[in-house]
């Protein structure tokens, strides 16, 4: 398993832009697919995006497509979500994830961080 860490939440208004950092440490970052999921207030956890190991392949919940970017630095064990033109419906606790596969299902996912605050405000 690795271990990952979470940074870059924050309070921002409607139509602002914030990144997130994942750091990884353990096992190869590189032999790891990463993902970005997110649990609003009284939600279940949702899938935002996922990419692949080698960082070639990405997928993006419809919600989130053509807003949100999610990229890896596989020298710096590093992914990260920047997100633009953000919505009050995007305010929720952002969790980083490695798995085996970019899937969009959080019970593929064997390591979690401890997530991080994401507030839009109106």
């Known amino acids: 398993q690795v271990q990952l860490v979470e940074s870059g939440g924050g309070l921002v208004q409607a139509g602002a832009s914030l990144r997130l950092s994942c750091a990884a440490s353990?096992?190869?970052?590189?032999?790891?697919?990463m993902g970005w999921f997110r649990q609003g207030p009284g939600k279940e956890r949702e899938f935002v995006c996922a990419i692949s190991r080698s960082g070639g392949n990405s997928y993006y919940a419809n919600s989130v497509k053509g807003r949100f970017t999610i990229s890896r630095d596989n020298t710096k064990n590093t992914v990260r979500l920047q997100m633009n033109s953000l919505k009050t419906e995007d305010t929720a606790v952002y969790y980083c994830a490695a798995g085996t596969y970019p899937e969009p299902f959080p019970e593929e996912y064997d390591s979690w961080g401890q997530g991080t605050q994401v507030t839009v405000s109106s």
């Open positions: 353990g096992r190869a970052f590189s032999n790891h697919a």
